[in-house]
């Protein structure tokens, strides 16, 4: 019952911190969603060089709202955006390389979690725990929600698994079942055209995926600006929102013998709880990919969502400087 050793060749594409227990208390699972704000337009004052003979108060306020070209970050692949609705957004501020096409690791999972609630009808929806999740996750190395065999979990819960401790085993389970085919080869690769169609449609054109889980298969890449702009989409649904706001959450599942088996799933974007508003989005690292986050989060009626990509693990940190430089604007 325990989650599975890993190869040497590693391959983490998120957060992964799974608990399983026979015996425990179940949390509900609640849907919220994520408010669509009008957002004031920007200020900006002008830096002036040399002595001021304004009054006092003038010159503090100055210096208050002094206009800083860009937030003072680390990595280069980063984009920040101002969210208005589900069809717009006001770009705030684009790193120098937000543009670039790079591994984006789990973040992937963003997407995996759109196509899914393209079907909101099947969130109910009893899914079967196969081995063969299991053994995926053995294989490549990647990051697990520790689902074990024979459980019966929902659409809902399944998308809890994969986007809080980053499972690819949940990952994969979604795939099979939402791809169409006579064989899980074929239905997860009918799934992967689903995710690629979707960013077409999203115009998503620094986007290309080729798995469902971020593992890579050497053509599975993003940019800063289209993952702020994918995470702004996928807050709009109340389901995503609902899950990926969750530094922990605890849901029982019907075992393979019948009782009852208690999940707990612990999520490590350090920004929930820590960053006052955060809102999620989802994390990612890989060797390959380094360390990503998209995140979000509201204050005073506005909501911001950014992303950085093949970063270290300062990524919180540029998160953060990231977000104060907006909400500041």
Same mark, same amino acid.
């Given at each position: 019952?325990?989650? /599975?050793?890993?190869?040497?060749? =590693?391959?983490?594409?998120? #957060?992964?911190?799974?608990?399983?227990?026979?015996?425990?208390? #179940?949390?509900?699972?609640?849907?919220?969603?994520?408010?669509?704000?009008?957002?004031?337009?920007?200020?900006?004052?002008?830096?002036?060089?040399?002595?001021?003979?304004?009054?006092?108060?003038?010159?503090?306020?100055?210096?208050?709202?002094?206009?800083?070209?860009?937030?003072? =970050?680390?990595?280069?692949?980063?984009?920040?955006?101002?969210?208005?609705?589900?069809?717009?957004?006001?770009?705030?501020? #684009?790193?120098?390389?937000?543009?670039?096409?790079?591994?984006?690791?789990?973040?992937?999972?963003?997407?995996?979690?759109?196509?899914?609630?393209?079907?909101?009808?099947?969130?109910?929806?009893?899914?079967?725990?196969?081995?063969?999740?299991?053994?995926?996750?053995?294989?490549?190395?990647?990051?697990?929600?520790?689902?074990?065999?024979?459980?019966?979990?929902?659409?809902?819960?399944?998308?809890?698994?994969?986007?809080?401790?980053?499972?690819?085993?949940?990952?994969?389970?979604?795939?099979?079942?939402?791809?169409?085919?006579?064989?899980?080869?074929?239905?997860?690769?009918?799934?992967?055209?689903?995710?690629?169609?979707?960013?077409?449609? &999203?115009?998503?054109?620094?986007? /290309?995926?080729?798995?469902?889980?971020? =593992?890579?298969?050497?053509?599975?890449?993003?940019?800063?600006?289209?993952?702020?702009?994918?995470?702004?989409?996928?807050?709009?649904?109340?389901?995503?929102?609902?899950?990926?706001?969750?530094?922990?959450?605890?849901?029982?599942?019907?075992?393979?013998?019948?009782?009852?088996?208690?999940?707990?799933?612990?999520?490590?974007?350090?920004?929930?709880?820590?960053?006052?508003?955060? &809102?999620?989005?989802?994390?990612?690292?890989?060797?390959?990919?380094?360390? #990503?986050?998209?995140?979000?989060?509201?204050?005073?009626?506005?909501?911001?969502?950014?992303?950085?990509?093949?970063?270290?693990?300062?990524?919180?940190?540029?998160?953060?400087?990231?977000?104060?430089?907006?909400?500041?604007?």
């Amino acid at each position: 019952m325990g989650s /599975h050793a890993r190869p040497n060749r =590693i391959h983490r594409t998120g #957060a992964r911190i799974a608990t399983v227990a026979l015996f425990g208390a #179940a949390l509900p699972i609640t849907a919220g969603g994520l408010a669509e704000a009008a957002t004031p337009s920007a200020t900006h004052s002008t830096e002036q060089s040399g002595e001021t003979t304004a009054p006092a108060g003038q010159n503090q306020r100055a210096l208050a709202t002094k206009d800083q070209a860009a937030p003072n =970050i680390k990595a280069d692949h980063a984009f920040l955006l101002d969210a208005r609705d589900g069809s717009q957004e006001r770009e705030m501020w #684009a790193g120098a390389k937000a543009d670039e096409s790079v591994s984006m690791a789990s973040t992937t999972k963003i997407m995996t979690a759109l196509v899914v609630l393209k079907q909101p009808e099947r969130l109910d929806q009893q899914i079967t725990v196969k081995q063969e999740y299991r053994d995926y996750v053995q294989q490549v190395g990647a990051s697990t929600a520790d689902l074990q065999t024979g459980d019966k979990l929902t659409v809902k819960q399944l998308l809890h698994a994969m986007l809080i401790p980053s499972g690819a085993d949940a990952a994969r389970a979604l795939a099979d079942n939402f791809g169409s085919g006579d064989t899980e080869d074929a239905r997860i690769a009918d799934f992967v055209n689903q995710m690629n169609a979707e960013a077409q449609q &999203l115009g998503l054109t620094g986007t /290309h995926f080729d798995g469902y889980d971020g =593992i890579s298969n050497g053509d599975n890449r993003s940019t800063a600006r289209d993952l702020a702009k994918l995470g702004q989409r996928a807050m709009l649904k109340p389901v995503f929102a609902d899950v990926v706001k969750n530094a922990q959450f605890e849901t029982e599942a019907t075992a393979a013998n019948g009782r009852i088996r208690y999940y707990t799933w612990t999520n490590t974007n350090q920004l929930l709880g820590t960053y006052d508003g955060a &809102l999620g989005i989802k994390t990612g690292s890989g060797p390959e990919a380094g360390y #990503a986050v998209v995140f979000a989060a509201e204050r005073d009626n506005r909501t911001l969502v950014g992303a950085i990509l093949g970063t270290d693990q300062t990524r919180f940190d540029d998160a953060t400087k990231m977000l104060d430089w907006g909400f500041a604007r």
